[in-house]
């Protein structure tokens, strides 16, 4: 059984910065793709950004140029710096790895407040 736990979530003030980590465990196999995703209140979970296992990146325009993606292959992590912090960045942030086969997991989830 595959886990993958978040952590780094919390409160900071507007421009401030926050880093998440993500790390998988268990019998996970070869490990395609990697990303980060939120969701606020009230509103659909959306994809912040994805890294590739050869370390292709794509994020959400409203994430370009504050927020980093980044993974260690050999430890199974992903990881999301956070620069420039807005209020409309808060939500929960949860972290998902997509197998070469098909299949994808889920993290429980932290939250990212960003509020003065």
């Known amino acids: 059984q595959v886990h993958l736990v978040e952590s780094g979530g919390g409160l900071v003030q507007p421009g401030g910065s926050l880093r998440l980590s993500c790390a998988a465990s268990g019998s996970i196999s070869s490990i395609d793709y990697r990303g980060w995703y939120r969701q606020a209140p009230g509103k659909q979970r959306e994809l912040v950004a994805v890294?590739?296992?050869?370390?292709?990146?794509t994020y959400a325009d409203s994430v370009k140029d504050r927020f980093t993606i980044s993974r260690d292959n050999g430890k199974n992590t992903v990881n999301l710096q956070m620069n420039s912090l807005k209020p409309e960045d808060t939500a929960v942030y949860y972290c998902?790895?997509?197998?070469?086969?098909?299949?994808?997991?889920w993290g429980q989830g932290t939250q990212v407040t960003v509020s003065s």
């Open positions: 890294i590739s296992s050869s370390g292709s990146t």
């Open positions: 998902r790895f997509f197998q070469t086969d098909g299949f994808h997991y």
